[in-house]
């Protein structure tokens, strides 16, 4: 009984190897090209963009960090899917054709600690604002909106 169990597991490994090996051969979520920065904001001051490029560049900017495991799929799946669509609803590097419907939208987010995401904050400890960062970073941010 217990060999057959064993069997099973090493089949079932092997199959997971096989398979997430295959993965690597599907092209999504690899194009790791930066675009080009077209127009950044009129930054209120330069704390707010040093706070921003902190906690929020990597998915909201042309100015992203591809790490190594950007590359692994299904990783680099989900972490090119959540830049594309950071990008899109928000990007610090084409300022002149943001989206955004609602200065408080941003506000909200931070403070309900929806921004950053937690899957972004496990791994990138850099990206954890204190409460006052935090407040630094909303009150920034609203500044520069309203300009």
Request: charged share 20%.
């Amino acid at each position: 009984m217990l060999n057959r169990s064993n069997k099973i597991i090493s089949i079932s490994i092997i199959f997971v190897i096989i398979l997430l090996s295959l993965f690597q051969f599907i092209s999504y979520g690899k194009d790791h090209n930066n675009p080009t920065i077209i127009s950044e904001p009129n930054w209120d001051s330069q704390q707010t963009r040093v706070l921003a490029k902190r906690a929020c560049f990597d998915c909201h900017s042309n100015e992203t960090i591809w790490p190594w495991y950007s590359n692994v799929a299904p990783i680099s799946w989900l972490i090119y899917r959540d830049v594309a669509a950071g990008r899109r609803r928000l990007d610090f590097s084409d300022w002149k054709n943001i989206r955004l419907r609602e200065p408080g939208e941003i506000a909200s987010a931070i403070t309900e600690g929806e921004m950053p995401p937690l899957q972004y904050l496990l791994i990138h400890r850099t990206a954890r604002l204190s409460t006052t960062e935090k407040t630094l970073l909303i009150n920034g941010l609203l500044k520069t909106l309203s300009q």
